[in-house]
């Protein structure tokens, strides 16, 4: 039985710029640090890789984990680009917030791409997305009627 989602992971190019930003804008604070050289036959096996050697944080906010990774080898084969929010795969990371025009503001002045300004739905609730320095996607929400907030997936 699922208990419920742990975390998202970013691999990042910069480990101490991301974890700065995701402290700053969304509040994150730092749980463990974690690294690996290679030979690491254990992290090779959980990741998939061969010859794997990364640094770590784990970092939590309120109800949710982070990880963000920095791999110092195997050098990646793909492409670095921003993609876009249809391309298959995990597109963003989203976020529920008090007031995401004011989450939208901390995070342009932290180095996040601006992409479009937050659109308020006429029945309440807003959102945007918009990207970590990284090109990553990150939508800050606010709930309103027909936008469930976090707040209801407690047990009552």
């Known amino acids: ?31 463990r640090e974690l690294s690996w050289n290679n030979p690491s036959p254990l992290h090779d096996q959980i990741t998939g890789l061969e010859n794997s050697a990364a640094r770590a944080y ?8 982070l990880e963000l990774f920095q791999y110092r080898s195997p050098a990646s084969h793909c492409e670095e680009r921003q993609p876009c929010a249809n391309e298959p795969g995990i597109r963003h990371l989203a976020f529920e917030v008090d ?4 989450e939208y503001d901390r995070l342009a002045m ?15 609730g807003s959102a945007v997305y918009c990207r970590d320095p990284f090109g990553n996607i990150i939508e800050f929400t606010t709930a309103g009627k027909g936008f ?9």
């Open 1 to 31: 039985m699922i208990k419920g989602f742990h975390h998202p992971a970013i691999v990042v190019p910069d480990l101490e710029k991301a974890r700065e930003f995701y402290e700053e804008v969304l509040g994150f604070t730092l749980v």
């Open 58 to 65: 784990l970092m939590k906010c309120n109800n949710t984990y």
């Open 99 to 102: 007031d995401a025009q004011v």
């Open 110 to 124: 932290a180095g996040g791409i601006s992409m479009n300004p937050p659109y308020i739905f006429p029945e309440g």
């Open 148 to 156: 469930p907030s976090i707040d209801d997936l407690q047990e009552k």
